[in-house]
Structures are given as C-alpha cells and as structure tokens.
C-alpha cells in the first residue's frame, strides 16, 4: 500500500539554525499539506499546496517557514532560524482531492530544537 | 471560541461499552468533516467521514448536524485496541485549510 514518508525520523539542532524537512508525498497524490503538533497539544495546520504554489497557510506559517516541491516526489519544509519553540513534531499529509478527501500523513518529523 | 471543540476527556470505559463523542465546530462555512485516529505519538489516520445523512462503519456511526454545528462519534462494543485519541477534523477555505481538535483520549480496559 503506497505511503506518504518522511526524512529524518529525528532532527535535533541549535536555536538559530536551518533545517529543512523531507517528505515524499504518495506518487498520484496532487495536494500536500504539513502540520506540527507540539507535545501534549493539538494537530496545527502549517500549510497546503498545490500546483507548485501555497493554497492556504496559517498564522503560524510566518517569514521563518518556507515549503518546496523540488522535484516531482518531494515536498519540503524548512525553518529558517529554529527556535526553542519550533521543538515539536511535523508531520506531511497528502491527497488526491481536496474538499472531501481523506488526508494520508507521514509518520512525523520530531524536531528537538536546543 | 475555539475553531473546533472536543470534549475533553479521558473516557475510561470498559470493554464492550459503548461510548459517543462530541465535537462543536464554529465556522458555518465549514465543508467536509472527519474523524482520525491516532495512537500515541503516531500519525493521525482516517477514521471515518462524516455526512448530513450520517453514516455507519462496522462499530462506528458518525452523525453531523450541521444547524447545530455539531459532530458526533458513537462506538458500540469497545474493543481494547480502540483505546487512542480520536479528533474532530473540518476543512474549509474549499478544503485548503484543515482544522483539528484537540482530541477526546479513550482507554478501554479489560
């Protein structure tokens, strides 16, 4: 059954620093999302994409956070200066539609920001 | 307000039981509703959808009134493997923008 990976499992790095987070979204999927949820907290909606550009994002997706689909397999998100704050875990969603179609998420990205 | 609102929880129930979830969401424009799973610092994963006409998997009927802005979750005969924390999901803005809740945690116990 095909399903939405992503790379690391585990990212732990400096307050301050760059990281990008990888994602290969299900192949025939067109619409991508990323979510974070910090520990004990709910699932927060970051960002959808679409034909190459961003359909929505929230107020959480401030300057910091940019996304990317380089190629046609991977979706990407990178945080430009992590913060203490952006400790959390990340996870990529995908889907066929949009409205009334089911979501397929990736097993998460724990980002441990120090 | 909160976008969507769940009952807090826990439910610790036995098993067998039948427990019922409640989810309020507030904005009118809302499209499509959900109901994901998800196990303990795991992914989320559909549960079931949720229509007006309300719909039925297995152990599982999920009901939406949307006059009330209100979702439900109902689970007969609960299993041990049930046990997770089931969340309230509505997507808007033409299915661009996903809200979740903050989760309703079930234990079923032996």
């Known amino acids: 059954e095909p399903e939405v990976t992503q790379t690391p499992s585990h990212q732990v790095t400096q307050m301050g620093q760059e990281v990008i987070l990888r994602c290969v979204p299900i192949?025939?999927?067109?619409?991508f999302y990323w979510y974070r949820q910090i520990l004990g907290q709910k699932v927060e909606f970051l960002v959808s994409?679409?034909?190459?550009?961003?359909?929505?994002k929230s107020e959480i997706f401030d300057d910091q956070f940019s996304v990317e689909r380089p190629d046609g397999s991977n979706f990407t998100l990178k945080i430009r200066s992590t913060k203490l704050e952006d400790s959390a875990m990340y996870f990529c969603?995908?889907?066929?539609?949009?409205?009334?179609?089911?979501?397929?998420f990736g097993p998460g990205t724990r980002l441990t920001v120090l | 307000r909160k976008e969507v609102e769940q009952d807090p929880g826990p439910f610790n129930v036995p098993e067998g039981a039948t427990v019922a979830f409640n989810c309020t969401y507030s904005?009118?424009?809302?499209?499509?509703f959900f109901w994901y799973r998800q196990d303990c610092r795991k992914e989320p994963k559909l549960l079931m959808s949720?229509?007006?006409s309300g719909n039925e998997d297995g152990r599982f009927t999920a009901q939406l009134n949307r006059a009330s802005q209100y979702i439900s979750l109902l689970i007969r005969d609960s299993k041990l493997s049930d046990s997770a924390t089931y969340l309230c999901?509505?997507?808007?803005?033409?299915?661009?923008?996903?809200?979740f809740g903050a989760g309703t945690r079930l234990f079923v116990k032996a």
């Open positions: 969603a995908s889907s066929t539609g949009v409205a009334y179609n089911e979501q397929f």
């Open positions: 192949s025939n999927h067109l619409y």
């Open positions: 994409f679409y034909n190459n550009e961003i359909s929505e």
């Open positions: 904005n009118s424009a809302s499209q499509s």
């Open positions: 949720v229509y007006s």
């Open positions: 999901v509505v997507h808007h803005t033409g299915g661009f923008k996903t809200i």
